[in-house]
């Protein structure tokens, strides 16, 4: 499985970005799809996640300023993020794991500031 991850770049606090991963390679039915996100100096950790039958988890941090969607055959994902602040800035990834196999996208720099 390979995965495109594109979308990134440099927004003000407050402004919105939309991140989009391509999958290619044999997708499943039981593919759970995430976006992680990196920021410096600190650990990997998840922000979305969609599984199989489309039920979407989000972080905390960001419940009510993100939205994960995906297409119906399971090829892409987006995640749409409002109301950015500072502490999005990260790289930001793109995670696919299906029958065990963990495949993960490039990476794309979110940066937020003023």
């Known amino acids: 499985v390979q995965l495109q991850a594109s979308g990134g770049g440099v927004v003000q606090p407050g402004g919105s970005l939309t991140l989009s991963c391509a999958a290619s390679?044999?997708?499943?039915?039981?593919?759970?799809m995430a976006w992680f996100r990196q920021a410096s100096g600190k650990q990997r950790e998840v922000v979305a996640k969609i599984d199989a039958i489309g039920s979407i988890y989000y972080v905390e941090s960001v419940r009510g300023r993100f939205s994960m969607s995906r297409d119906g055959f399971k090829t892409s994902t987006s995640l749409q993020m409002n109301s950015l602040q500072p502490e999005d800035t990260a790289v930001y990834y793109c995670n696919l794991v299906q029958s065990g196999n963990d495949s993960w996208g490039q990476g794309t720099q979110v940066t937020v500031s003023s």
């Open positions: 390679g044999g997708i499943s039915d039981n593919a759970v």
